[in-house]
């Protein structure tokens, strides 16, 4: 068991919000730099590649209602996004220990020179942020999930300083949704 909580509590990110209220009022978040964080307050049921095939699934279907409304208009609809893109992106959720007892919450560690845009690319936009489809096949499959920010003009050496933070927690590992 971890203590990545009470870290990050002592490092300033004490209040978590549900993504789903950070999507609807953005304007809870500052226009500022900083650094946030990605935890899970429930973690859902894992299903290995079936889920990540379910998130395909719908992505797929809703690729084909796009082309079949261009159809409509007489012009071809090409996705900004390819599925072979996104199943490299969802690989990530593979590293989440999801069944072991006490496993740690936190999803990602990341800044920003504007917090506010960073956190509308990854819940209100597409194609904007590289863990937003990691973080939406999670949703989609029951898991909650909250976030944190703090403003600080030195965001980028304090991502710096919270991944060191995280990696002495975790024999080195940095969290699941981080790119290695
Ligand atoms: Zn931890």
Same mark, same amino acid.
Request: glycine share 6%; charged share 25%.
């Given at each position: 068991?971890?203590?990545?909580?009470d870290? #990050?509590t002592?490092?300033? %990110?004490?209040?978590?919000e549900?993504?789903a209220?950070?999507?609807?009022?953005l304007s #809870?978040?500052p226009?500022?730099?900083?650094v946030?964080?990605l935890?899970a307050s429930n973690?859902g049921?894992?299903?290995?590649d079936?889920?990540q095939?379910r998130? %395909?699934t719908? $992505?797929?279907?809703?690729?084909?209602?796009?082309?079949? #409304?261009?159809?409509k208009?007489?012009l071809?609809? *090409?996705?900004?996004?390819?599925?072979?893109?996104?199943k490299r992106?969802?690989?990530r959720l593979?590293r989440? @220990?999801h069944d $072991? @007892?006490g496993?740690?919450s $936190?999803?990602y $560690?990341?800044?920003?020179k504007?917090l506010r845009?960073? #956190?509308?690319q990854?819940f209100?936009?597409?194609?904007?942020?590289?863990?937003e489809?990691?973080v939406?096949?999670?949703l989609l499959?029951?898991?909650?999930i909250?976030?944190?920010?703090?403003p600080?003009? +030195?965001?980028?050496?304090?991502?710096?300083?919270l991944?060191i933070?995280?990696? *002495?927690?975790?024999?080195?590992? %940095?969290?699941?949704?981080v +790119?290695r």
């Open positions: 068991m971890c203590n990545c909580i870290m #990050l002592a490092k300033g %990110l004490a209040h978590w549900p993504v209220s950070v999507s609807a009022n #809870l978040v226009k500022k730099p900083g946030y964080v935890r973690m049921q894992y299903y290995g079936k889920f095939r998130y %395909l719908e $992505i797929t279907q809703l690729h084909r209602q796009k082309r079949h #409304l261009f159809k208009f007489g071809t609809w *090409i996705p900004d996004s390819n599925l072979e893109f996104i992106r969802l690989d593979g989440i @220990e $072991i @007892e496993s740690c $936190i999803l $560690i990341g800044s920003s504007n845009q960073r #956190l509308e990854l209100c936009k597409e194609d904007r942020h590289t863990i489809h990691p939406r096949a999670l499959n029951g898991w909650q909250e976030c944190a920010w703090k600080t003009p +030195n965001y980028r050496e304090e991502e710096k300083q991944k933070a995280f990696k *002495i927690e975790h024999s080195g590992a %940095l969290p699941p949704l +790119n």
